[in-house]
């Protein structure tokens, strides 16, 4: 454990050291340098997991503002659906697809920014709400029930391993895990969200 430990904290600073090379004036970077860049990027990602066992996909989009190459914070969210087999007391078994969707504020810390293979750290503070549908053939007989929705907190935090295609495009590889509150919905596992996320994220801006 404690040579795995010296490996992690040994490759760390190999990245920060070597990022320190490609700064454009040669110059060791301060707190409060007067020679910071902002930029920005928009950015979608294509994601997916697993909702109650079954597979569902992700696709979100999200923007942020980026301080001195090597932090950015934004607002974004993304939308879900899945198809999951339920077993109703009173209608024997019907199909219903969980859809729904979450955002918020994201936390980006950028490690290496200048590397051309990179890190960073997306966190997401935000909330969302789900629902389940019936898959009705008759949908004249369809009558809302707010004991199929929900609203819940969300926090997701994630790693992406970042390339720099061009001055202006990023394209990152993406693992992160949802953590929720419970859902409150009939027949329906509280924890029913609450999973790991796999994708791939296109990155456009100014970095």
């Known amino acids: 454990m404690k040579k ?17 090379e490609y700064n454009d004036n040669d110059q060791i970077s301060t707190i409060f340098s007067k020679n910071r860049k902002n930029g920005g990027y928009g950015a979608l990602s294509f994601n997916y997991t697993q909702i109650d066992g079954k597979d569902a996909f992700l696709m979100g989009a999200r923007g ?26 009173l209608n024997n078994e019907l199909n219903y697809n969980m859809a729904g969707g979450y955002g918020g504020l994201y936390l980006e810390p950028i ?27 008759n949908w004249d007989d369809w009558v809302f029930d707010e004991s199929n929705d929900d609203i819940y907190l969300v926090f997701e935090p994630s790693v992406e391993l970042e390339f720099n295609m061009t001055r202006h495009l990023r394209l990152a590889g993406s693992i992160g895990y949802r953590f929720t509150s419970d859902i409150d919905i009939v027949n329906t596992n509280p924890d029913i969200l ?13 970095f």
């Open 4 to 20: 795995l430990t010296l490996l992690i904290f040994l490759g760390l600073g190999f990245l920060l050291a070597t990022a320190q």
């Open 64 to 89: 942020s503002w980026i301080i001195d190459h090597s932090f950015a914070i934004g607002l974004g969210g993304c939308g879900f659906i899945n198809d999951v087999n339920y077993h109703n007391v």
């Open 111 to 137: 490690l290496a920014p200048r590397l051309p293979v990179h890190l960073s750290f997306p966190v997401l503070f935000g909330i969302g709400a789900i629902t389940n549908i019936e898959d009705h053939r």
């Open 194 to 206: 609450k999973g790991t996320n796999i994708g791939i994220v296109f990155k456009f801006g100014k």
